[in-house]
């Protein structure tokens, strides 16, 4: 697309805002799908009578208040407006609605306006805007349910190999490495975690995304997403904990720390590996 700044941005900033609201359905209704699906396959193998569902999925039901389960206009699903409208309420039943609806619409927006100005409307930044929004995806549901489901890393992982292969042939063996070691790597710490404490430090969904994140980005940026992911996970986590003394103890998802490495460093990640290797390669 050749189209003015003008107009480019906030034509971007408009389509990041209806995918993350987009987004909201997803993160809301893939766990409970996810659910679903397993009681019926463990039904089915206790050989019990199978249950009586009406359609769940992404699409059906329409959109409802939590509580009172009143449909939500259209009007009031326009990403942001609808929930600045309503003042965060239900019109039906004055329930509070979580910010999570324009927060994420705000930043699927934001990430958006991001991937167009460091990419351009290309097929390149498609790819990218799509990995970013299913991050932004993983971050939500795994803060929400501590679930990172393999719906959203497996396609993330295959996509960033896909990428490479299109737009960066020669990077491909790196890329193929990256998500070998990035899911290594993690599966080492998670065994040694255990042999050591007897405790489960972090789940096989950070694995995967891990191991996608490494096919994106290649090997040689495992280092830097770690320490990244880390780094903000330690330091938000205890904020956190200081703030909010009844989580304190309680088992805190690393998700959504990967997952802003991820964004980090497929938004800026020549620059901040430059910084890396000057202080940390010498």
């Known amino acids: 697309m050749h189209l003015?700044?003008?107009?480019?941005?906030?034509?971007?900033?408009?389509?990041?805002?209806?995918?993350?609201?987009?987004?909201?359905?997803?993160?809301?209704?893939?766990p409970v799908m996810l659910m679903l699906g397993w009681r019926?396959?463990?039904?089915?193998?206790?050989?019990?009578?199978?249950?009586?569902?009406?359609?769940?999925?992404?699409?059906t039901p329409r959109s409802m208040c939590p509580s009172c389960e009143t449909p939500v206009a259209w009007h009031d699903n326009i990403p942001v407006?609808?929930?600045?409208?309503?003042?965060?309420?239900?019109?039906?039943?004055?329930?509070?609605?979580?910010?999570?609806?324009?927060?994420?619409?705000?930043?699927g927006g934001a990430l958006a306006v991001a991937v167009v100005l460091l990419f351009g409307a290309t097929w390149q930044g498609l790819?990218?805007?799509g990995a970013c929004l299913a991050?932004?995806?993983?971050?939500?549901?795994?803060?929400r349910t501590q679930l990172l489901p393999d719906a959203l890393t497996l396609p993330l992982l295959w996509a960033g190999l896909l990428y490479q292969l299109l737009f960066q042939p020669l990077l491909l063996p790196s890329a193929v490495i990256g998500a070998m070691a990035g899911y290594l790597v993690?599966?080492?710490?998670?065994?040694?975690?255990?042999?050591?404490?007897?405790?489960?430090?972090?789940?096989?969904?950070?694995?995967?995304?891990?191991?996608?994140?490494?096919?994106?980005?290649?090997?040689?940026?495992?280092?830097?997403?770690?320490?990244?992911?880390?780094?903000?996970?330690?330091?938000?986590?205890?904020l956190i904990q200081l703030a909010i003394p009844r989580l304190r103890g309680a088992p805190m998802p690393f998700g959504p720390y990967l997952a802003l490495a991820g964004w980090i460093a497929l938004l800026g990640g020549e620059p901040l590996m430059a910084i890396y290797s000057q202080f940390f390669l010498l």
Request: glycine share 10%.
């Open 40 to 59: 019926a396959e463990a039904r089915e193998a206790l050989e019990l009578p199978e249950e009586q569902q009406e359609t769940f999925n992404l699409l």
């Open 4 to 30: 003015p700044p003008t107009l480019l941005i906030p034509l971007a900033a408009f389509i990041g805002l209806c995918l993350g609201s987009f987004l909201n359905v997803v993160i809301a209704r893939l």
């Open 186 to 238: 993690l599966w080492s710490f998670y065994w040694a975690f255990k042999l050591i404490t007897g405790k489960e430090g972090m789940g096989y969904g950070d694995f995967k995304l891990l191991a996608a994140l490494g096919a994106w980005m290649g090997w040689q940026y495992l280092p830097l997403l770690l320490i990244l992911s880390a780094g903000v996970g330690a330091v938000l986590g205890i």
């Open 135 to 143: 991050l932004l995806a993983m971050a939500a549901i795994d803060l």
């Open 81 to 107: 407006l609808g929930w600045l409208k309503r003042r965060g309420r239900c019109a039906h039943c004055a329930t509070r609605i979580s910010p999570q609806y324009p927060l994420v619409e705000l930043a």
């Open 127 to 129: 790819f990218v805007l």
